[in-house]
DNA sequence: GTAGGGTTAG
């Protein structure tokens, strides 16, 4: 007779294999139930989104066994990840007794659902705040693009005893970074990362992150040295190394790289032809490209996706192939979203075709997008075809939708400071003598705003 | 034996 605890253990392999079916047999079967019994069957139910037979057994749960914390938090996070964050705020409100785990389950909910003020109004709130409840506010500040705020927030960090920042922390850092360009503050992680003994190669990817940062800072050769230096290398860190080498436009590099990678029998995976594929763009590898694209499937069991697919057609429109572009676009399974045939009329504009352009002006308006810049470039690939009476109906489509062109905007660093600069834009007066040279060399763009980094002497320690 | 945080293109 398996003892109550072997029950569980077992409850608790099916619930984390998603078998919450099975799980829920041994449950009603079992001759005896405890509170982690019920934890765990509500916990399983909450976690695969069948919240309304968790909250069915979290009412039927005995008063002999009461409910605790453990049961109440695995409710906030099961509607929280369903995007249920008013249900779950009454889990958290009515709860009679929070720990700190409910509080970052609550947080953690909103910042996963891009509320970050809500997340913030929480944090700030809190008794007591651990590394959890630092990197689940960091990571919320990357997922919604707010990548000062996660570098600022943290500086913060640093500033309270009791906490430690930890290798799940510098993951979200580096990628803040990463978005910025902010080489010298990336390096100013890597150095606290060595100085903090954190591993590089452990299953917390840092390695991987790292690359990933030097990469898209521009910097390929610290990039490439932190590679050929880990002693350990995952799927993440080739990933890492040949997307990195592809987006600084190192296509042979990439390509070698993922040659490499398969005689090193590592198992790639959907972002690893992503990396090589973009490569293959990138250089103009026409031939490559579709080899590639097509051993996904027959040689990885790997099903292109949308984003797969994406890269074939700018590989092929780019190249000036616009029918066997449009041809893989017709073939996808799924329906093409704006970016793919946004990719392509940009193809079509730039090889003047509009037979292509207007029969993917078709697919265009049955999305009914509100991204601007497809229907600008259709404008334009009439007006470049002298159709100007089309050019201008698409126009006066955009403005009857309320859309507004969003201007492009790019940002570097230099000694320390970000600078972001939007096209067209003249808001910004002080612009430094040098910075507008640059400007200048640079093209039609003008400096918006020269951002302080955040308590310099912690980027310089 | 049960609950909370993660990055990968443009």
Redesign the pocket.
């Known amino acids: 007779m398996l003892d109550?605890?072997s029950w569980?253990?077992i409850i608790?392999g099916y619930v984390k294999a998603g078998l919450t079916t099975s799980a829920r047999h041994l449950f009603d079967r079992m001759p005896a139930r405890?509170?982690?019994?019920w934890?765990?069957m509500i916990?399983g139910y909450a976690?695969s989104g069948e919240l309304d037979v968790a909250q069915s057994l979290f009412d039927r749960m005995p008063a002999s066994v009461g409910r605790?914390?453990?049961?109440w938090?695995?409710m906030i996070?099961g509607f929280a990840k369903q995007g249920l964050l008013p249900l779950a705020r009454k889990f958290f409100d009515d709860m009679p007794e929070r720990?700190?785990?409910?509080w970052?389950?609550m947080i953690?909910g909103y910042a996963?659902n891009g509320k970050m003020s809500s997340a913030r109004a929480l944090f700030d709130e809190m008794p007591e705040r651990?590394?959890?409840?630092w990197?689940?506010m960091i990571?919320g500040y990357?997922?919604s693009n707010h990548y000062r705020e996660a570098l600022e927030l943290f500086n913060q960090m640093q500033l309270s005893r009791n906490v430690r920042p930890?290798?799940?922390?510098m993951?979200?850092l580096l990628?803040s970074c990463?978005?910025l360009a902010a080489l010298e503050q990336g390096k100013w992680i890597h150095a606290y990362i060595d100085r903090n003994k954190m591993r590089l190669d452990s299953?917390?990817?840092?390695g991987?992150?790292l690359v990933?940062m030097y990469a898209?800072c521009g910097c390929v050769d610290s990039a490439v040295k932190v590679f050929r230096n880990l002693s350990h290398r995952n799927v993440?860190t080739w990933?890492?190394m040949i997307?990195g080498l592809?987006?600084n436009g190192l296509a042979d590099e990439s390509v070698d790289l993922f040659e490499e990678m398969q005689r090193s029998g590592a198992k790639p995976n959907d972002?690893t032809f992503?990396?090589v594929l973009?490569a293959c763009t990138h250089g103009g590898l026409v031939d490559q490209g579709r080899k590639y694209f097509a051993m996904m499937s027959y040689a990885h069991g790997i099903e292109p996706q949308m984003?797969h697919y994406?890269?074939l057609v700018d590989l092929l429109g780019r190249a000036g192939m616009l029918e066997e572009a449009e041809e893989a676009i017709r073939s996808m399974p799924m329906k093409p979203d704006v970016?793919i045939l946004g990719?392509l009329l940009g193809a079509c504009r730039i090889h003047r075709n509009v037979p292509v352009a207007e029969r993917l002006t078709v697919d265009f308006l049955e999305l009914n997008s509100q991204e601007a810049g497809c229907h600008v470039l259709l404008s334009n690939i009439y007006a470049a075809a002298g159709r100007w009476a089309d050019a201008s109906q698409i126009r006066r489509l955009l403005r009857r939708r309320g859309i507004k062109k969003v201007p492009g905007s790019s940002s570097l660093e230099l000694d320390g400071n970000i600078y972001e600069f939007v096209s067209g834009d003249r808001s910004h007066q002080k612009t430094p003598r040098y910075m507008t040279c640059w400007i200048k060399r640079s093209g039609n763009r003008h400096l918006k705003g020269v951002h302080q980094p955040q308590k310099k002497s912690y980027w310089m320690k």
Do not use: P, R, W, Y
């Not at 605790?68 to 049961?71: E, F, I, L, Q, Y």
């Open positions: 109550v605890v569980n253990t608790d405890n509170e982690v019994s934890s765990a916990g976690g605790n914390a453990v049961t938090n695995s996070t720990n700190i785990v409910s970052n389950a953690s996963l651990d590394v959890v409840s990197s689940s990571s990357v997922q930890n290798e799940v922390t993951v979200s990628s990463a978005h299953d917390d990817n840092l991987a992150s990933d898209k993440s990933n890492a997307s592809a987006i972002i992503l990396g973009m984003k994406g890269c970016m990719a």
